[in-house]
């Protein structure tokens, strides 16, 4: 599976962002698909996670409430809808996929290039 971020940007505090990640291959709805972020001298962290056909979602504590993550299975896409940024949501977003639930392990099959984004204050 070739997973391809997209979406980041500079936005204000408060604003809203949306990430996509569209994934190659006919077998998309046999991942479960996840959001990680990386912030500048930090490790990578767990954001979002969602089952294989979208009837589950996990998320951070830290975005809990702001973010939703969703899948277009047809459009082989994760989404991660970020509203109510704040500056420390600053980072490099990276999306993965991997056959099984364990939504906060840092251990998945595939990742895709980050994208990166910045929240002004």
Known sequence: VQLQACGGGL???GGSLRLSCAASGRT???????????APGE??????????????????D???GRF??????AKNTVY???NSLKPEDMAVYYCA????????SPKWD???QGTLVTVSS
């Open 80 to 82: 991660l809808q970020m």
């Open 110 to 112: 595939y990742w895709g």
């Open 43 to 60: 490790e990578r962290e767990f954001v979002a996670a969602i089952s294989w056909r979208g009837g589950s979602t996990y998320y951070a």
């Open 28 to 38: 998309f709805s046999s991942y479960v698909m996840g959001w990680f972020r990386q």
């Open 97 to 104: 996929a991997d056959r099984g639930w364990s939504p906060s």
């Open 68 to 73: 939703t993550i969703s899948r277009d299975n």
């Open 62 to 64: 830290s975005v809990k």
């Open 11 to 13: 936005v204000q505090a």
